[in-house]
């Protein structure tokens, strides 16, 4: 078991402990904040995707495409931000990142949601949010 841990702990680029998880809520709390409005303005504008694409195979323009762009830039920017910390995107929509850390000799997720005023859950690696427990 733990030369399985072993090779899990080599797939990520670090292993977070709970203080450096909670450091770094105040610099990842924006970037998961930027990464749910532009999912939920894409999702706003996904009833004007269909003429866009439209208008794009005949080479027409619109201001929809621009925004569309743009707002997918802002996605991918954060989305990137927050991966180059370290941590793990769950889910968009509610905010849900994971920290990998260690509990023991296993490799477990520090697990935090957008609006959480700390990293105070965990779960193993295969449970996700439904198995998550307090620290």
Not at 29 to 38: A, K, Q, T
Not at 93 to 99: E, H, I, R, S
């Amino acid at each position: 078991m733990a030369t399985c841990a072993l090779s899990m702990a080599t797939s990520f680029s670090h292993l977070f402990t709970r203080a450096e998880a909670n450091a770094l809520l105040l610099a990842l709390n924006p970037l998961v904040e930027e990464m749910m409005r532009s999912r939920a303005r894409l999702l706003e504008l996904q009833p004007a995707l269909e003429p866009v694409l439209q208008k794009m195979i005949g080479n027409g323009g619109s201001r929809a495409t621009g925004e569309l762009l743009t707002v997918f830039e802002r996605l991918r920017a954060a989305l990137r931000a927050i991966e180059a910390t370290g941590v793990l995107v769950k889910d968009m929509q509610t905010g849900l990142v994971d920290f990998p850390s260690r509990r023991g000799d296993e490799i477990v997720f520090l697990c935090w949601r957008h609006g959480e005023p700390a990293v105070s859950h965990w779960h193993d690696l295969e449970s996700g949010f439904g198995g998550r427990q307090a620290l």
